[in-house]
Nanobody, 111 residues
Framework: QVQLVESGGGLVPPGGSLRLSCAAS????????MSWYRQAPGKRRELVAT???????YYETVSQGRFTISRDNANNTAYLQMRSLKPEDTAVYYC?????WGQGTQVTVSS
């Protein structure tokens, strides 16, 4: 059974940083593409970044230059390092792999 568990969200002031984690069981991240999505209140869920098995990365415009997606194969954990956070980054952030989703972690950017 595949399980993805996100953590690392919280309240951060504008300009701050957070690192989100996604711990996986039942699936090896190194064998599949995995992605981070986010959903703000009243908005559709949107793609933030994707990491392929070959370590190729793809970033949506909203995250380019500020976010970094990575993974630790030894711990089967994926990360999303977020810098220069803005209030519009406020959302629930989800990790996804092979159609499986975590429960999400709330990120709030506010002074």
């Amino acid at each position: 059974q595949v399980q993805l568990v996100e953590s690392g969200g919280g309240l951060v002031p504008p300009g701050g940083s957070l690192r989100l984690s996604c711990a996986a069981s039942g699936i090896l991240f190194r064998d599949y593409a995995m992605s981070w999505y986010r959903q703000a209140p009243g908005k559709r869920r949107e793609l933030v970044a994707t990491l392929t098995p070959a370590e190729n990365t793809y970033y949506e415009t909203v995250s380019q230059g500020r976010f970094t997606i990575s993974r630790d194969n030894a711990n089967n954990t994926a990360y999303l390092q977020m810098r220069s956070l803005k209030p519009e980054d406020t959302a629930v952030y989800y990790c996804e792999a092979m159609g499986h989703w975590g429960q999400g972690t709330q990120v709030t950017v506010s002074s």
